[in-house]
């Protein structure tokens, strides 16, 4: 089993930035796929940033380039996800996701695709 404790969300104006952490315990080693979701109110939970575990392919959804990173610190079990110049539409309730990586990476942006989820961690980005 693997447990994920979000934490870093907060309420920021719009340009800001934020860096939201998740820390993972429990059978960490069995993890290759780590990812950041995100669900607005009325709408479906979506993908924000994925990343193979270790290094390697990440994805990141097309409204967040260049403004979200997604990174690992192994020897801490920490995934951060480090948000800037945050926009309204960035508002939304942000999820950690991981995976052993049952499914292939092209599904990796589904939620189908993650087994372990955190509580999640409310970004609310004022104009």
């Known amino acids: 089993q693997v447990q994920l404790v979000e934490s870093g969300g907060g309420s920021v104006q719009a340009g800001g930035s934020l860096r939201l952490s998740c820390a993972a315990s429990?059978?960490?080693?069995?993890?290759?796929?780590m990812g950041w979701f995100r669900q607005a109110p009325e709408r479906e939970r979506e993908a924000v940033a994925v990343?193979?575990?270790?290094?390697?392919?990440?994805y990141y959804t097309d409204s967040v380039k260049g403004r979200f990173t997604i990174s690992q610190d192994n020897a801490e079990n920490t995934v951060y996800l480090q948000m800037n110049s945050l926009k309204p539409e960035d508002t939304g309730m942000y999820y950690c996701?991981?995976?052993?990586?049952?499914?292939?990476?092209?599904?990796?942006?589904?939620?189908?695709?993650?087994?372990?989820w955190g509580q999640g961690t409310q970004v609310t980005v004022s104009s």
């Open positions: 990343m193979v575990s270790g290094g390697g392919l990440t």
């Open positions: 996701a991981a995976d052993r990586g049952r499914l292939g990476w092209t599904t990796a942006i589904s939620t189908a695709a993650f087994e372990y």
């Open positions: 429990g059978h960490t080693f069995s993890l290759n796929y």
